[in-house]
């Protein structure tokens, strides 16, 4: 029962606003047909430069995630580095003790 009311009176906009839109198409055409030699040529113009600049803006975009993407890397690698370093100075270290071992055997075994 009360959607009845609302629902007419929302028809009855929606009417208004149709036939509103029929009778500014019916005068404007003949205006959009006289200055078509203008209007298609500066809105295919106005469609180019707002392709053009939502373009650059992509790739600046682009490029600017790229260099955030370049900066974290480097910050992580120098992050990794020094435990790498440390480990590979330990590693070199325990090489070097076995092989000082290993002569001492070896110098062990061939004395008389």
Same mark, same amino acid.
């Given at each position: 029962?009360?959607?009845?009311? @609302?629902?007419?009176?929302? #028809? /009855?906009? =929606?009417?208004l606003t149709l036939f509103g839109t029929l009778?500014? &198409?019916?005068?404007a055409t003949p205006v959009f047909?006289?200055?078509?030699?203008? @209007?298609?040529?500066?809105? #295919? /113009?106005? =469609?180019?430069?707002?392709t053009a600049f939502l373009s650059s803006g &992509?790739?600046?975009?682009?490029?600017?995630?790229?260099?955030?993407?370049?900066?974290?890397?480097l910050r992580m690698a120098t992050e990794e580095v020094p435990g790498q370093l440390e480990e590979a100075t330990?590693?070199?270290g325990q090489k070097t003790k076995e092989v000082g071992q290993e002569i001492q055997r070896k110098a062990q075994e061939t004395k008389p």
């Open positions: 029962m009360t959607g009845l009311p @609302i629902g007419g009176t929302l #028809l /009855a906009l =929606a009417g009778i500014g &198409l019916a005068v047909l006289i200055c078509s030699p203008v @209007i298609v040529p500066a809105s #295919l /113009a106005i =469609a180019f430069a707002v &992509l790739v600046g975009l682009t490029g600017l995630t790229s260099l955030s993407w370049f900066a974290r890397y330990g590693y070199v």
